[in-house]
């Protein structure tokens, strides 16, 4: 009866200890301190000939931003840290086709290159020259969509990718 005590004071005290050791927990592991905002200029887009894209991914990144809420999006003059980027190419490929040869589906493809750089030392927090994103769409049948409607949900993918690789991954 004693060993039993002994063994759960024994482990009540080392389960206390182990909740004192713990250090605040912070949901930004890997961004400096002192960055709060992020300044997103519309993305560059001199490569393609894909109209509006690059609005598209600046829009899709904002709402990102925003509904993530872990960084306040701002103008570059209040900001902390400012994310940049530019398209670097826009496919569009037919992926499978009716029996008349028609295009059935296709898949978009786009990547970009975005720098993220803290704004108050100057220092390049990360570069990534190659975050492709893909999404495939039936251009006919009762699953159809137009190719804005794909391109809008790619920019939506590509723009989680970004916020979690920005706050997380670097």
């Known amino acids: 009866m004693r060993r039993k005590f002994l063994l759960g004071l024994l482990a009540a005290t080392l389960g206390v200890a182990s909740l004192l050791s713990c250090g605040p927990y912070t949901f930004n592991p890997n961004l400096p301190g002192h960055i709060k905002s992020v300044a997103i ?8 000939f894909k109209y509006g894209l690059e609005r598209k991914i600046t829009t899709a990144l904002v709402d990102a931003f925003v509904r993530d809420g872990t960084l306040d999006v ?13 398209v670097v190419s826009y496919k569009k490929e037919a992926l499978s086709y009716d029996v008349t040869e028609s295009v059935k589906e296709y898949n978009l493809v ?9 704004l108050t030392t100057g220092q390049v927090l990360y570069q990534d020259p190659n975050i492709y994103q893909a999404v495939s769409y039936y251009a006919v049948g009762p699953r ?22 920005t706050l997380q991954g670097w």
């Open 144 to 165: 159809a969509e137009t190719e804005d409607e794909a391109l809008e949900r790619l920019a939506e993918e590509l723009a989680r990718k970004i916020v979690k690789r």
């Open 74 to 86: 701002a103008a570059e003059a209040q900001a902390d840290a400012k994310l940049t980027g530019e």
């Open 41 to 48: 200029p519309i993305f560059k887009n001199p490569r393609t």
């Open 110 to 118: 786009v990547v970009v290159s975005v720098s993220f750089i803290d």
